[in-house]
């Protein structure tokens, strides 16, 4: 398993966090972004990702990089799927370890809120109305 990958099948939680621990990492903090039923006062039954794969990965290293810089973190990894996904469905696996717990929160929240920024991944919803590409960015 890589640190940084893109998946058309479930995303594995557990192997995620596993690939960052280490005798070093008194702390390691997950993230899992998971597909709700509702999005901006709207019910939504599906999510579907596309992305420009050759850029993710590289994209996904250089957050990571920049948040063992600033954090003092140990590893980090950053999985992501691609498809149609169903309503509790992992869509994101964020692992991140190190020596303590708060580099590790705070890198944990850079690298997610980072992706969500700059990644180029992009999500259609599915709902009652229909089906559109969202387009807002945090």
Known sequence: MKLFALSSTPLD????????????????VTFVGRVRDHARGRSV???EYEAYPEMVEAVFGAIA????QRFDVSAIAIHHRL???EVGEASVVIAVAAAHRSPAFEA????IDELKR?????????????????????
Do not use: H, N, Q, T
């Not at 990089?65 to 063992?68: D, F, G, K, L, S």
């Not at 700059?118 to 945090?138: M, Q, T």
């Open 45 to 47: 039954s599906a999510l």
């Open 83 to 85: 498809g149609r996904l």
């Open 118 to 138: 700059r990644a180029p991944i992009w999500k259609k919803e599915f709902g009652p109305d229909g089906a559109f590409w969202v387009e807002e960015r945090p």
């Open 13 to 28: 939680e557990k192997g995620v966090s596993a690939l960052v621990s280490g005798s070093g990492s008194g702390g390691v």
């Open 108 to 111: 944990c929240r850079y690298a």
């Open 65 to 68: 990089a920049e948040a063992r």
